[in-house]
């Protein structure tokens, strides 16, 4: 589900005329370099040609995260409001065998 959710966002972002060109460029070739069958690292030279299709992917990821985030599709973590967060806060675990019990 979260895979195409991720799909999702991407499709709607390349339709998007806000988002710069050259954005939308960089993810369409990460895309065609993973699903080319052509590899810098040759199948016979080292039997792990998968190896630089996983690299890109890593980027892919990581790019469509930061592009997600400057174009709004998604919240950051500089979007978290500071005084919503509660920090040191002391809380109890009852049980609810001990709530039965105090009443």
Do not use: C, H
Request: hydrophobic share 50%; net charge negative; no cysteine.
């Amino acid at each position: 589900m979260y895979l195409i959710k991720q799909m999702m966002l991407l499709i709607n972002m390349i339709k998007n005329p806000d988002v710069k060109i050259w954005d939308k460029i960089k993810i369409i070739l990460m895309i065609i370099y993973i699903i080319s069958p052509a590899d810098l690292i040759p199948a016979p030279v080292f039997g792990f040609s998968i190896i630089d299709d996983l690299i890109m992917l890593v980027f892919l990821i990581t790019l469509m995260n930061k592009l997600f985030i400057k174009y709004g599709y998604k919240k950051g973590k500089e979007d978290i409001n500071p005084e919503d967060v509660i920090e040191n806060v002391d809380y109890e675990i009852k049980n609810e065998d001990e709530d039965e019990r105090d009443e």
